[in-house]
């Protein structure tokens, strides 16, 4: 089969804004337009990704398919004028296509390069496409992705550094603590990002998420999305006491924990470690409080150099996961021409060793009475001068080089040996 019939179109957060994004985003699941991709007059084999950041079909097309035309008008519907499609769409060909299906896998084209959320969103998309709407194509190439998208992970670090600063929070907390099992967290205020950092803390194994706000409701509200509990704010020092890490993030115009307020509740915890993070602008926190023992003090800036550290070793990663990409694109296509010369090498094959028997049939007449070793010996003999005389062209077809011109070497070979007649 020829690499040039996977066909992959699409928009993302890189070409398309949000406002447009939005619009065209599954929003009642993938059965309904599955169905309407499949049907379009062309479509072989189809797979539909929809994520917040990107929208893309990738379809294995019959020979002479408008694809060009019918799945751009699929994707954008009645969202995009078609004279403004090509602002916004990017389509792909052949090696191109499985490429670029890799480095989305990779999560090598993401926003955030490394982030592990887009495998499981392709595998989700796949686990539709795989009722009824891809096939023996589709479903090879998106498990190849799969299978990409492991090796890269085990074979770099690119998603061993936190790039996100609710990651980053994360990441330094098991610096200090080595295990977060067990650790309890508090939240002062109800700011968005405390919220992302103490989700990210939760799912590491933290057991128990205290929130004091200044409205109790909304620290409520919050708490119990962690199974949590909600204090007061004037509860805040008596919960220092137990707490093992607590972020801040109240819109404070004024610093609301300073050093010597931290005195006597470390002498209390007999100064068991307390991890703060600081994420509120303007601080929340006495940057003095670093200068007491046990004490690990981050704020907003401290975070954001982890962030950009950590966003330049994942960069000097994804050159290996590229060349990880390439390698398994070629792989890929190494599959796909064998796919189409296959039927060609059966055929080569059936019309050798059908010459065989029928000059075994009009030889072994003349020769008299043969025992079954003799005959056998004979078959042996002709299968053997086949099987030599197939050597050179089978290995022609399953060369590597010039795999490009795959196609016209299927052509030669069928010329050459008259097997016009004889394709699988």
Same mark, same amino acid.
């Given at each position: 089969?020829?690499?040039?019939?996977?066909?992959?179109?699409?928009?993302?957060?890189?070409?398309?804004?949000?406002a447009?994004?939005e619009?065209?985003?599954?929003?009642?699941?993938y059965?309904?337009? %599955?169905?309407r991709?499949?049907?379009l007059p062309?479509?072989?084999?189809?797979?539909l990704l929809s994520?917040?950041?990107? /929208?893309?079909?990738l /379809?294995?097309?019959?020979?002479?398919?408008?694809?060009?035309?019918i799945?751009?008008?699929f994707?954008?519907?009645?969202?995009?004028?078609?004279?403004?499609?090509?602002?916004?769409l990017?389509?792909?060909?052949?090696?191109d296509?499985?490429?670029?299906?890799f480095?989305?896998?990779?999560?090598?084209?993401?926003?955030?390069? @490394?982030?592990?959320q887009?495998?499981?969103q392709i595998k989700?998309?796949?686990?539709?496409?795989?009722? @009824?709407a891809?096939g023996?194509?589709?479903n090879?190439?998106?498990?190849?992705a799969?299978?990409?998208?492991?090796? /890269?992970r085990?074979?770099t670090?690119?998603?061993?550094?936190?790039?996100?600063?609710?990651?980053?929070?994360?990441?330094l907390?098991?610096?200090?603590?080595? @295990?977060?099992?067990d650790k309890?967290?508090l939240l002062?205020?109800?700011?968005?990002?405390?919220?992302?950092?103490?989700?990210?803390?939760?799912g590491?194994g933290?057991t128990?998420?205290?929130?004091?706000?200044?409205?109790l409701?909304?620290g409520?509200?919050?708490?119990?999305?962690?199974?949590g509990?909600a204090?007061?704010?004037?509860?805040l020092m008596?919960e220092?006491e137990r707490?093992?890490?607590?972020?801040?993030s109240?819109?404070?115009?004024e610093?609301?924990l300073?050093r010597?307020?931290?005195?006597?509740?470390?002498?209390?915890?007999?100064?068991r470690?307390i991890?703060?993070? *600081?994420?509120a602008v303007?601080?929340?926190?006495?940057?003095?409080?670093?200068e007491?023992?046990?004490?690990?003090?981050y704020?907003i800036?401290?975070?954001n150099?982890v962030?950009?550290?950590?966003?330049?070793e994942?960069?000097?990663?994804?050159?290996?996961?590229?060349r990880?990409v390439?390698?398994e694109?070629?792989?890929?296509?190494?599959?796909?021409?064998?796919?189409?010369?296959?039927?060609?090498?059966?055929?080569?094959?059936?019309? @050798?060793?059908?010459?065989?028997?029928a000059?075994l049939?009009?030889?072994?007449p003349r %020769?008299?009475?043969?025992?079954?070793?003799?005959?056998?010996?004979?078959?042996?003999?002709?299968?053997?001068?086949?099987?030599?005389?197939?050597?050179?062209?089978?290995?022609?077809?399953?060369?590597?080089?010039?795999r490009?011109?795959?196609?016209?070497?299927?052509?030669t070979?069928?010329?050459?040996?008259g097997?016009? *007649?004889?394709?699988?």
């Amino acid at each position: 089969m020829p690499s040039e019939m996977i066909r992959l179109f699409g928009v993302n957060h890189k070409t398309t804004p949000l406002a447009v994004r939005e619009k065209l985003a599954l929003s009642s699941g993938y059965e309904e337009p %599955l169905s309407r991709l499949a049907a379009l007059p062309g479509c072989r084999e189809v797979y539909l990704l929809s994520t917040c950041n990107r /929208v893309e079909v990738l /379809v294995v097309a019959e020979d002479g398919a408008d694809v060009d035309t019918i799945i751009p008008a699929f994707l954008f519907g009645e969202a995009v004028s078609a004279d403004k499609y090509h602002e916004y769409l990017f389509s792909y060909q052949g090696d191109d296509a499985v490429h670029h299906l890799f480095m989305v896998a990779a999560s090598l084209d993401s926003m955030i390069v @490394g982030e592990a959320q887009i495998l499981g969103q392709i595998k989700e998309a796949y686990r539709h496409a795989s009722v @009824g709407a891809s096939g023996p194509i589709l479903n090879k190439l998106l498990h190849k992705a799969f299978s990409v998208a492991k090796r /890269v992970r085990t074979e770099t670090r690119i998603g061993s550094a936190a790039v996100s600063i609710s990651y980053a929070a994360v990441e330094l907390a098991r610096k200090i603590f080595g @295990g977060l099992q067990d650790k309890k967290v508090l939240l002062i205020g109800a700011g968005e990002m405390a919220e992302l950092a103490a989700e990210n803390l939760v799912g590491q194994g933290v057991t128990e998420v205290t929130v004091a706000n200044r409205t109790l409701a909304n620290g409520v509200a919050l708490a119990k999305r962690f199974r949590g509990r909600a204090v007061a704010l004037d509860e805040l020092m008596v919960e220092l006491e137990r707490a093992d890490i607590v972020i801040s993030s109240t819109g404070a115009t004024e610093v609301i924990l300073h050093r010597d307020d931290l005195r006597p509740i470390m002498r209390a915890r007999r100064n068991r470690p307390i991890f703060f993070i *600081d994420i509120a602008v303007p601080r929340d926190l006495d940057p003095a409080l670093n200068e007491l023992e046990n004490i690990f003090l981050y704020d907003i800036d401290d975070l954001n150099n982890v962030v950009e550290m950590n966003k330049s070793e994942r960069e000097r990663e994804a050159i290996s996961a590229r060349r990880i990409v390439d390698e398994e694109t070629l792989k890929f296509r190494a599959w796909l021409d064998g796919l189409a010369v296959n039927p060609t090498i059966a055929a080569l094959r059936r019309k @050798g060793e059908a010459i065989c028997r029928a000059e075994l049939e009009r030889t072994l007449p003349r %020769l008299g009475e043969l025992d079954d070793q003799q005959r056998q010996a004979l078959e042996k003999m002709t299968a053997a001068i086949c099987s030599k005389f197939l050597h050179d062209p089978l290995c022609y077809l399953k060369s590597d080089d010039h795999r490009d011109q795959t196609a016209a070497k299927i052509r030669t070979t069928h010329k050459v040996f008259g097997l016009e *007649d004889d394709q699988a």
